[in-house]
């Protein structure tokens, strides 16, 4: 059973556009989500979390909206740039629990 | 840098060869992980090790034996694998989750393991 869910396994955006990364999960539990960034032949790298008692976070270009009712959650990058194509994880956990990963889903930003 | 460094990068090895991967951490964490990524999988976590401790083992196969000598090292011991083990093994450290909730982890840069 996956908890953690990333339907779309690749999106492409063109440069100065908004990307939206999109993931959906079951698990009421969880209360701590995060997102991954990984290139290729690299780990993946902590972009931006959000606790579930916030409903949006935003760090530069990145923003990170959950809503708790539909078990969503979703990365939005404005402006896209080409150095964002990359796999992007969505990642959960309860407080004191292991961090459960989606499949990711590979953004590929174009002139 | 993410101050998490894992050797080798690379490694191929039969399937009645022994093997370890390490895993060294320079950021003062307490909590140590390892993650297997196959294609078209989610990460899948393998085994916790909380304050030198073993506090989570994911079912994972006894031809994979990890051990934490201290704090900042984690090794995966690899002993007559199969093909299908084949993967990138990722290495991550973070505080100790259960003390702060922040569940924030730094990842290596993984080991690609092939294995024929």
């Known amino acids: 059973d996956q908890q953690v869910k990333q339907n779309s396994p690749s999106l492409s955006v063109q440069e100065g556009r908004i990307s939206i990364l999109n993931c959906d999960y079951t698990?009421?539990?969880?209360?701590?989500f995060l997102w991954y960034k990984k290139y290729p032949a690299e780990g993946p790298t902590f972009l931006i979390s959000?606790?579930?008692?916030?409903d949006k976070n935003e760090d530069g270009r990145f923003t990170v909206f959950l809503n708790k009712s539909a078990k969503h959650l979703s990365l939005h990058i404005v402006p896209s740039q080409p150095g964002d194509s990359a796999v992007y994880f969505c990642?959960?956990?309860?407080?004191?629990?292991?961090?459960?990963f989606g499949t990711g889903t590979r953004l590929q930003v174009f002139p | 840098e993410t101050g998490v460094t894992q050797t080798p990068r690379h490694l191929v090895m039969g399937m009645t060869n022994k093997k370890s991967l390490k895993c060294e951490q320079h950021?003062?964490?307490?909590?140590m992980y390892w993650y297997k990524q196959s294609a078209k999988k989610p990460l899948e976590l393998m085994f916790v090790?909380?304050?030198?401790?073993?506090?989570e083992n994911n079912s994972v196969p006894s031809r994979f034996s990890p051990e934490c000598p201290n704090s900042s090292h984690l090794f995966l011991h690899l002993h007559t694998l199969q093909p299908e083990d084949s993967a990138l093994y990722l290495c991550?450290?973070?505080?100790?989750?259960?003390?702060?909730?922040?569940?924030?982890?730094?990842f290596g840069q993984g080991t690609r393991l092939t294995v024929v």
């Open positions: 991550a450290s973070s505080q100790d989750q259960t003390s702060t909730g922040n569940t924030e982890a730094f």
């Open positions: 698990n009421s539990m969880f209360d701590y």
């Open positions: 959000i606790s579930s008692i916030k």
């Open positions: 990642a959960a956990s309860a407080r004191t629990d292991k961090l459960i």
């Open positions: 950021l003062g964490h307490n909590a």
């Open positions: 090790y909380s304050l030198e401790e073993r506090v």
